[in-house]
């Protein structure tokens, strides 16, 4: 896999120079993360981003193992399919199996009309299950990459699970109804049952079916556990916080975690649907990914920031009543504009005049000149048509707004920098760092 000279950079500023125990950062995303996900032995953890990368985690002491980049856009949900294989999608409508070994795509699944919010694999580990906004489950043989069906629900399609014979799909859709589809006839003549009608549209599902049970999380904030067989609420574990956003189940399944848009993480017992632990886990924004650890007692959490956090669940009630839940130290000696280009940017862009080329174009001479304008890098229509000129006000609008205001068909992705004094420094360490002739 591939390690980028500054993903080292990256990936040594990922862990806190003072020991907190458990505590560390999965650090080198260029935008907010969307997803997290844990291996089934605890290893690696897989994380996706509004950078359009797959972000791949040793979790023995955290460290970065590489990028996986391919989507066209934000990619919203990334599984393990198996020995060394993960299955991403995105916002680009695409799903693609990677090779972990290689870092290389084995299939890229095209045919969904819209974004593809998650997906999921098969017990037997041979079919992928694909739901989108386009109001479709799509199917797809992974051996060879193959659309094998198209489930259509009718409403966008937040979720997906399989049931644990495969023969079965659950759905969670905008139009707040979760749905079992029966598989038996093919994907065209599945047949649905509607488990629960909740009025508000479904974001997340979780399934137990051993235990009889599936979790649902509504964009009202109500958060309902059900018993499968009867199809009766058994538990009502609303907190009143809107929107639940993720789901997510111990290996042993049981404890479960919901995370929502007000940035709380509640862990709660299966067994008796108990509160083990509710805290305020980011000061500001939501918790749209959300993992256990291999062993069930730590937790990864994501959201605006550009970094995930792995912490241990037993913690994390005392680290809540802190003002800032997380107080790492970032390595002495760098600038805050070094930190933030060498955090936010430096996945993306070089600084030097023969810069490698990187997903954009190098920043070398950037004062000065026109966007869009550099030989040789092929820009979106949005920039190479564009007449702004960069600046330092010009930059500071660019982050201040994000990209897809500024620039708006720009390639860059989705990303705001929202504190001033953070913009400042940044353009600050820019206009040393990017002379150019220009100058
Ligand atoms: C995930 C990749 C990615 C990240 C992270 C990223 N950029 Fe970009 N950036 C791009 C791409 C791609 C383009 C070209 C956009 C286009 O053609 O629409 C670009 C274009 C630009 C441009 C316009 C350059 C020109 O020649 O007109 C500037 C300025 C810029 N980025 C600054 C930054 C800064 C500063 C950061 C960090 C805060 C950053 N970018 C983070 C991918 C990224």
Known sequence: MRLLPALALAAALALPARADPGFARLEGHGGPVRSVAVAPDGSRALTTSFDNSVGVWSLNSPTHLGWLEGHAAAVNHAVFAGAGRVLSAGDDFALILWDLASGRPVHRMEGHKGKVLAVAVSPDGATAASASWDGSVGLWDLASGENTGWVTVGTNVNDVAFAADGKGLYTAGY?????????????????????????????????????????????????????????????????DRRPVL????????????????EGYIHVVRTEDWSTERDFH??????????????????????????????????????????????????????????????????????????????????????????????????????????DIVWSAETIDLLFDLGPDHYTPGSKMPMQRITGEEDRADLIAYLREATKGTEQ
């Open 175 to 239: 139009d707040g109804e979760v749905k079992f589809w029966d598989l038996s006839d093919g994907p065209a003549a599945a047949s649905a049952t509607v488990l629960h009608s909740h009025g508000f549209g479904v974001n997340v599902i979780a399934v137990d079916e051993a235990r009889g049970w599936l979790a649902l999380g509504g964009l009202d904030g109500g958060v309902l556990v059900m018993d499968l067989a009867t199809r009766e609420i058994v538990a009502d574990l609303t907190a």
């Open 281 to 386: 886990a980011v000061a500001r924004g939501p918790v749209w990914a959300l993992a256990f650890t291999g062993d069930g007692q730590g937790l990864i959490s994501g959201g605006l920031d550009d970094f995930a956090t792995v912490w241990p669940i037993a913690e994390a009630a005392s680290v809540a009543e802190t003002e800032q839940p997380h107080r790492f130290h970032l390595s002495e000696g760098l600038s805050n504009g070094e930190r933030q280009f060498a955090r936010k940017c430096s996945i993306c862009h070089s600084l030097t005049p023969d810069g490698k080329r990187r997903a954009g174009p190098t920043l070398f001479g950037l004062f000065g000149r026109r966007a869009g304008s550099l030989e040789g890098y092929t820009y979106s229509d949005a920039l190479a048509g564009s």
């Open 246 to 261: 993720a789901l997510a189940l111990s290996p042993d399944r049981s404890l479960m975690a919901v995370g929502d848009g």
